[in-house]
């Protein structure tokens, strides 16, 4: 007996939705689902950590991933120029700073400025001052990258044609390249900023006090403070993502509406034999 | 261009033994030209020959190896010049346009009038406007470069680079990235404000413009002048061999006569 690929497709199409069905199936009536409840969600409890989680939690999340990025942000700017720069120099020193940083994990930078710093030279700078400038340095690195590229996707006319109405570089670069390479790592620059708020997490490992708590360390220190089993981690995690998917969303969305508009019109080639040369 | 006010172009351009070489690659070997004020001259030679890299030295788009370049008044081989206030005496025309595409096609206009020479923003449209209107885009001022056809963009672009009231314009081959029926509109543009008496210098394959509009005809090949003169000379009797083999192939657009020999 034969079939035709179409009957095929058909009966190896209707074999794979079997197996899954079965394996939900099995997942659903082999579980120990009183025990999963027990352990991960626990609803009754999870009215005690609002408003704290949001509070502190979200709101030391969000403050770390801003600080940190605004200063991520200034810092990768002037490598990014640096980068792009003729002084050589000025390459190197870039060159050396981004390598190093995406070569090192950021929790070794984190542990550096919280632990080490204050055990070495005894500094005692605020706990989000550490964050800051250990997140900041690290992603920096990322950002540095994101932004030549961005720069160095404006075409090389832009910047001639500014420079022939009589700009000087710096506002040829202020007015015309940057704005149009700001479009071009928007995009980039949203995904940058999702990996940040998930690496604001590292700052779990600086054992904070209970005010300075982000979504992690509150997470963790609520299995043994709500009697919850692991539900504050869960509550932790939703919570990101209530700030990471949108932003996926708006990134996605930078990227098609950039796709669409400024686009210069590409002009047609003439190819009409007066321009051709043997 | 009824309403453009007349211009008085005072620059010239004198060029005396410039040189220019990318590495080991001498692109202009000894070129001199000089341009009186008001003159049009078209820069005609096959692809390679260097028109660009002079007509970018001219206005330091390339930094010269050696020579002397003079621009109304400027000499822009001088390593002290203020080579901003050079260029905005200069008019610049791209063979891609080079509109910005993230402002406006009246912003395109102004952003230079009111950034570099401090225009109050109602004088620079005013200006931007009337040089809209004489490029016959007017009612477009408020559209985006993408919206606009290929013609009407290098349109744009002239009238942008007559917004900063240069003395002298550089056309580099304005009409080869556009669809044939918009040459003829850009054409008309150049031709009336060649004759308003705008220095103009043209990089350009459009004999018919070189032969009607140029005072002057000057053929580069490999780096150096090989002839010049009158367009009626140039290009309609050429007394160096490498010249008439130029215009027999740009003229003969079957190719068929380059097949015969
Ligand atoms: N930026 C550059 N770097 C290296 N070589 C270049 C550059 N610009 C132009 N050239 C070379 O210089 C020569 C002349 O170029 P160009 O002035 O553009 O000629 P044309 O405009 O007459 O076609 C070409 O061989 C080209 O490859
Ligand atoms: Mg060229």
Redesign the interface.
């Known amino acids: 007996m034969s079939m035709t690929p179409r009957q095929k497709a058909r009966v190896s199409q209707g074999i794979q939705i079997g197996v899954f069905a079965l394996a939900i199936l099995l997942v659903v009536f082999l579980a120990n689902w009183p025990l999963i409840i027990d352990s991960f969600f626990r609803f009754d409890k999870i009215g005690g950590m609002f408003p704290a989680v949001i509070l502190t939690g979200l709101k030391n999340t969000l403050f770390y991933t801003l600080t940190s990025f605004a200063f991520g942000l200034v810092l990768g700017l002037v490598l990014a120029l640096m980068k792009t720069a003729s002084f050589a120099p000025y390459r190197w020193l870039a060159t050396a700073y981004i390598e190093f940083f995406r070569g090192i994990p950021a929790i070794l930078v984190l542990l550096a400025f919280g632990l080490g710093m204050p055990l070495a030279f005894g500094t005692t700078w605020p706990q989000w001052v550490n964050v800051t400038v250990a997140l900041g340095l690290s992603s920096a690195a990322y950002i540095a990258e994101t932004l030549r590229a961005g720069l160095q996707a404006v075409?090389k006319?832009?910047m001639?044609?500014?420079?022939?109405?009589?700009?000087?570089h710096w506002?040829a670069m202020v007015?015309?390249v940057i704005?149009?390479a700001f479009?071009i790592v928007l995009p980039p620059l949203t995904n940058e900023f999702i990996l940040l708020t998930k690496d604001t997490s590292l700052a779990y490992i600086l054992g904070m006090m209970i005010t300075q708590y982000e979504l992690t360390s509150f997470g963790r220190n609520g299995i043994t403070e709500y009697g919850a089993g692991m539900t504050p981690l869960i509550v932790a995690g939703a919570l990101y993502l209530v700030v990471t998917l949108p932003l996926s969303f708006l990134a996605r969305w930078f990227e098609k509406r950039s796709a669409q508009?400024?686009?210069?019109?590409r002009?047609?080639?003439?190819t009409?034999?007066?321009?051709?040369?043997? | 261009m009824s309403t453009s006010t007349p211009v008085q172009s005072a620059a010239g351009v004198r060029i005396a033994g410039l040189r220019k070489a990318y590495g080991e690659n001498e692109v202009l070997k000894g070129i001199d030209l000089d341009v009186a004020p008001g003159e049009v001259v078209c820069l005609i030679g096959p692809s390679g020959s260097g028109k660009s890299t002079l007509l970018r030295c001219i206005n330091l788009l390339e930094t010269p190896n050696a020579g002397v370049i003079e621009v109304g008044g400027f000499t822009a081989t001088d390593p002290e010049v203020n080579i901003d206030a050079l260029r905005r005496r200069v008019g610049m025309v791209f063979q891609q346009f080079n509109l910005f595409p993230h402002l406006t096609v009246l912003r395109n206009c102004t952003v230079s009038q009111v950034k570099v020479l401090k225009r109050p923003k109602a004088e620079a449209e005013a200006i931007a406007l009337r040089h809209l209107e004489a490029v016959g885009l007017g009612h477009l001022a408020h559209r985006f470069p993408g919206e606009l056809s290929g013609g009407q963009q290098q349109r744009v672009a002239i009238a942008r680079a007559l917004s900063m009231d240069p003395e002298l314009m550089l056309f580099d081959e304005p009409t080869s990235a556009l669809d044939p029926e918009t040459v003829g509109d850009v054409l008309a543009i150049m031709r009336k404000l060649a004759q308003d008496g705008m220095t103009m210098v043209v990089v350009t394959h459009e004999m018919g413009f070189a032969r009607e509009v140029a005072d002057r005809v000057v053929f580069m090949d490999g780096g150096v002048v090989v002839e010049q003169g009158a367009a009626a000379e140039v290009i309609g009797n050429p007394s160096q061999p490498r010249t008439q083999d130029f215009l027999r192939r740009v003229l003969d657009p079957t190719h068929v006569g380059l097949e015969a020999e």
């Open positions: 075409p006319g832009q001639e044609a500014a420079r022939s109405l009589g700009m000087p506002r007015t015309i704005p149009q479009k508009v400024s686009r210069p019109q002009a047609k080639k003439l009409a034999t007066t321009t051709k040369e043997a």
